[in-house]
Every structure is written in structure tokens, then in C-alpha cells.
């Protein structure tokens, strides 16, 4: 009975699996690359407009400028109160739009960077599962094997997981 089933449909399967996830993950890699250079361009943007403006201590503002650590910014100028008293009603609530596109930004490159790291954690253990699979399926095991298709039906699933990983980090990539 098992002459007639081809143990090649496992192994295109796995081979498609891991190929697939392969290629799509290293596309969204690149989005996701380019999406992160942008906000962080936008980051420093609304930092820069922050910090000449900002209450807080313009030295150590001035030394989180030049290390990029634009979280401790956000900490500085909030403990600060957020409104300058030397400047107007007008100036303030213009710094403090800047500053709320500042925490924006922020926030979404952090979800963008968990998101990232969640595919690249699913993605890696599919793909070597896949091709771990491939021959555990073809020498060691007979097609109708109820552990060749609980094999073939976790790479299915796990490949299925990577996919929803993926459409939630597409989903922080193209948020504004």
C-alpha cells in the first residue's frame, strides 16, 4: 500500500517550508530595516526640537543627544514637568507635540524591534525543523507514519505561527 505514495511529497514539502519562510523572512528583514532607519531619523528629528526647548538640565540633555539615548530623554523631560516657563503658551504646546511624536516614535520602533525578534525566534527552529524532517521522514520512517504526519503536521503548523508572526510585524512596520 505504501508503494504508491512517493516519499518525495515530504520532501518538497519540507524543502517549500523552509524556502518560504527563508525568502519572506529576509524581504520583511529588509522593510523592517528601512522602516527603522526612517523612524529613527524622525526620532532624532523630534529629539533635536526637545532638547532646545526642553526644562531640563540642557548638560545632561546635551550628553544624551550625543549618546542617542533618547528613552532616557523622554524620562528627563517628563521629570521636568514638560513645560519651560521661559517660553509661551504657543512654544510649549509645540514642544510638548514634538515631544509626544518623540514618544510615538519610540514606542513603535520598540514594538517593530519585539516583532522582529518574535518571526526571527519562530522562524529560525521552522526552518531547521524542516530540514531536520527531510530525511528523519525519508530513512527512518514509512510515509503513512503516524510520526511522518505528526512531523509533516507540526512543520505545517510552525510555519503557519512564523506566517502570523509575520503579518503582526507587517502590521507594526506600516503603522504611522
Known amino acids: 500500500m505504501d508503494a504508491d ?5 515530504y520532501f518538497y514539502t519540507y524543502s517549500t517550508i523552509a524556502q518560504v519562510l527563508a525568502a519572506v523572512f529576509s524581504i520583511l528583514v529588509a522593510a523592517v530595516v528601512f522602516r527603522i532607519q526612517e523612524i529613527a531619523s ?16 540642557p548638560r545632561r540633555l546635551k550628553q544624551i ?29 509645540v514642544l510638548d507635540l514634538h515631544f509626544q511624536h518623540l514618544r510615538h516614535s519610540l514606542l513603535l520602533m520598540d514594538r517593530i ?12 527552529p521552522a526552518i531547521l525543523g524542516a530540514i531536520a524532517a527531510m530525511p528523519i521522514t525519508h530513512f527512518f520512517l514509512a510515509p503513512r507514519s503516524p510520526i511522518a504526519v505528526a512531523l509533516l503536521t507540526a512543520s505545517i503548523l510552525s510555519a503557519a505561527y512564523c506566517l502570523w508572526n509575520y503579518f503582526r510585524l507587517m502590521l507594526n512596520v506600516f503603522e504611522n
Open 5 to 9: 505514495f512517493d516519499h518525495s511529497v
Open 42 to 57: 524622525r526620532v532624532s528629528h523630534f529629539a533635536r526640537q526637545v532638547i532646545a526647548s526642553s526644562p531640563a538640565d
Open 65 to 93: 543627544e550625543a549618546r542617542g539615548q533618547w528613552h532616557e530623554l523622554v524620562s528627563l523631560h517628563a521629570g521636568a514637568n514638560q513645560v519651560n516657563p521661559a517660553l509661551s503658551r504657543e512654544e510649549n504646546e
Open 113 to 124: 524591534r519585539q516583532a522582529l525578534f518574535a518571526s526571527l525566534y519562530a522562524t529560525g
